[in-house]
């Protein structure tokens, strides 16, 4: 059979397809989708899950003037597949290439840009009011998982929605998958509704008899349309979709096109807020991923055939330590509980779980609700770890400043994916925290320069009397040994590695590591440098700063940092003469310029991490491409850095 997909550049080349075509598509936009996650990794589960639901609202709304907006966005590579991208599809993910996510800059298709959940819906509805509002026609529809669906800015749109009782239309996605299979109360509600034969049957039953009923025009069938309502009310057992002010359509099944386009037919007409309730299963169609959802939802490359994984040997990840160090602690304090929104597995609380199964809580995508639930345990005696990756924290700010800060409890933040992140991209990077964080009272920040420093910080935080935030990055760890009992460490003192006359660096994290790299290639120039672990960077370790600052010999100082933002942030712990001779000093430009700086004043892509360093800042690439620059970074720091501190606060 003829390739159809090839032939695919707009929406419109399929709006005529008889259905036997579209099933066609569907397969063959599958067996893309598979094929080349496979080579690229990605966000394959759910966007094979979701082809069908893609295919019939392009279908049936005249998109790009009718708006599509999908929540994450992770789910979407069959309509970016259908809208023009077919031709880069492979470069997905990498450098310069489609992001994983959908972005207003490469298609009109693209309405909405996300990669957090739960604001398709606050979004489409501003849209849908700003139609009514300026008395536009089109229609807008909003496609959310059932585990977008536990986030709570999720039902205040809801809310909103069933208040206003906007034209709007709300496909939810319902595979029973959040990354880990869904939990909690709604998530249970609606597997009943799914799966209640008996609700379903009778609803159908009645929804017949009620269309039979003979209606007329005018007010007369608006009465009737009215009565239906109160007899459908009467007699189907209540849902929670109808008593908020939406009509129901469903539970149908998301994979039966044919379905999905008149449904989606009837909700287009409809004059207020729908909810299409779609049954699908992730992985559809690509069997491994159908098997284990759960790696299925962002592998990495894997071997389309078998659907084994690609994995690179290597040490454990800083996450799987965490965990195991968290296991090792909480087998000696029963206080400790542990709290993901959503993450168990990225988090690897899951191993937590298994051993402590009742001081482990999965809130769903709920990092607000994280954040203050940690503050009550906390209050009440508890020492909750909210596990919880540095991008998705930024959602419980004000309950991080409001309930925890402010009540100065000892909640430990373990802030995983610190740093940059790679295929991710713009809406992950974890580069905000230091930022963010640092501006707040009573809240403590610490970051190791690898896996078994993050272990004695994270032993040592659960000993504070407040807040703390324990930072480490995406990725393996440095293999260093991680057995055996957990050293105390000093809190709030850095480290000195080596003491240097030329040049001091500060660095924090593994970038630590880097600034040692640094060390070893001017020592054959002549220099001498000198290399601080900052280790806390709240509070600061004034001492060892200014330390660094006498050696290098100036009164000045430059600092290379991962924000940018954190420069005025490190300056406040300094004393007032540093701090002036730091804002007065224009080489700090010259740095914040080179370095990831840039970073505060436009959002990183996505790219391998050291793909995205290298195109940023010769002197905080990686090993390998940092020797291949060596000349350059050599005559960079001869030519302008010679007698300064440089401040390193990124990660590979
Ligand atoms: C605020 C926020 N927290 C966590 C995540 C990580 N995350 C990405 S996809 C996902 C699961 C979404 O489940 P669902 O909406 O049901 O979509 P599915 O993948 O099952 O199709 C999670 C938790 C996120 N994107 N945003």
Redesign the pocket.
Same mark, same amino acid.
């Given at each position: 059979m003829a390739g159809l997909l090839e032939g695919i550049s707009s929406p419109s080349d399929f709006r005529r397809f008889s259905l036997s075509q579209l099933e066609q598509l569907a397969g063959e936009i599958r067996g893309q989708i598979s094929g080349t996650t496979a080579r690229t990794g990605g *966000?394959s &589960? %759910?966007s094979l #899950? %979701?082809v069908e639901l893609i295919l019939a609202l392009h279908d049936v709304y005249k998109t790009p003037d009718d708006k599509v907006v999908f929540?994450?966005g *992770?789910?979407a590579y069959a309509h970016k597949l259908v809208t023009g991208r077919m031709g880069q599809f492979d470069t997905i993910r990498q450098l310069n290439g489609l992001s994983g996510f959908l972005k207003r800059h490469e298609s009109a298709y693209d309405v909405w840009e996300a $990669? *957090? %959940? &739960?604001t398709s819906l606050s979004g489409a509805l501003g849209m849908a009011v700003a139609r009514d509002l300026s008395g536009a026609e089109y229609n807008v529809a909003a496609v959310? #998982?059932? $585990? =977008?669906?536990t =986030?709570g800015m999720a039902w205040e749109a809801m809310n909103q929605l069933g208040h206003l009782r906007t034209r709007m239309v709300v496909v939810v /996605?319902? /595979?029973s998958?959040?990354?880990a299979p869904?939990v909690g109360a709604f998530s249970r509600y609606l597997t009943d509704l799914r799966t209640a034969p008996g609700y379903i049957r009778v609803k159908q039953d009645i929804e017949s008899i009620l269309e039979s009923l003979p209606v007329f025009g005018g007010p007369i069938r608006r009465a009737g349309e009215r009565i239906k309502d109160v007899l459908h009310h009467a007699v189907v057992p209540g849902n929670v979709f109808e008593e908020l002010g939406f009509k129901y359509f469903g539970p149908i099944d998301g994979h039966d096109l044919s379905s999905l386009i008149s449904v989606l037919r009837n909700a287009r007409e409809y004059p207020g807020p729908v909810v299409i309730h779609a049954i699908?299963q992730?992985g559809k169609g690509y069997r491994p991923a159908e098997e284990q959802p759960v790696q299925f *939802? #962002?592998p990495g490359p894997f071997e389309v055939a078998s659907g084994q994984m690609i994995k690179k040997k290597g040490p454990p990840s800083y996450s799987e330590v965490f965990s195991r160090t968290l296991v090792e602690i909480a087998r000696e304090r029963p206080d400790v509980v542990a709290i993901t929104? %959503?993450?168990p597995d #990225?988090t690897k609380l899951d191993y937590f779980q298994a051993q402590f199964p009742k001081r482990y809580f999965d809130v769903g995508?709920a990092?607000q609700h994280a954040a203050t639930f940690a503050a009550g345990l906390a209050m009440a005696g508890l020492r909750p770890v909210f596990a919880v990756?540095s991008t998705?924290l930024q959602?419980a700010y004000d309950q991080v400043i409001h309930d925890v800060c402010h009540q100065n409890l000892p909640v430990l933040f373990a802030v995983d994916r610190a740093g940059l992140v790679g295929g991710d991209g713009a809406t992950?990077q974890g580069v905000y925290d230091i930022a963010y964080l640092r501006t707040v009272p009573h809240i403590e920040i610490a970051m190791g320069k690898d896996e078994a420093e993050m272990r004695r910080l994270i032993k040592a935080a659960l000993d504070r009397p407040g807040p703390v935030a324990v930072r480490y990055p995406r990725g393996a760890g440095r293999n260093v040994p991680v057995d055996g009992p957990i050293e105390p460490i000093q809190w709030g003192q850095a480290e000195w590695l080596f003491r240097g006359h030329d040049l001091t660096i500060i660095a924090l994290g593994p970038m630590v590591y880097r600034a040692l790299e640094v060390r070893e290639l001017l020592k054959d120039s002549g220099f001498d440098v000198g290399v601080v672990n900052a280790r806390f960077v709240k509070p600061l370790d004034g001492d060892a700063l200014r330390q660094a600052f006498d050696d290098g010999g100036f009164a000045d100082a430059g600092f290379a940092d991962e924000h940018g933002v954190v420069l005025g942030a490190a300056a406040e712990d300094l004393d007032d003469a540093l701090e002036f001779a730091i804002a007065a000093d224009e080489r700090i430009e010259l740095v914040v310029e080179r370095g990831l700086g840039e970073i505060a004043r436009e959002f990183a892509q996505h790219a391998g991490i050291a793909a995205a360093l290298r195109g940023r800042s010769f002197f905080l690439g990686g090993a390998g491409e940092f020797l291949a620059d060596g000349e350059q970074l050599e005559a960079a720091l001869l030519e302008d850095f010679r007698g300064e501190a440089l401040f390193f606060a990124e990660q590979s």
């Open positions: *966000h &589960g %759910a #899950g %979701a929540d994450i *992770h789910q $990669g *957090h %959940a &739960g959310i #998982g059932d $585990g =977008a669906l =986030a /996605n319902d /595979n998958m959040s990354i869904n699908t992730k *939802h #962002g929104a %959503a993450m #990225g995508i990092e990756y998705f959602r992950h």
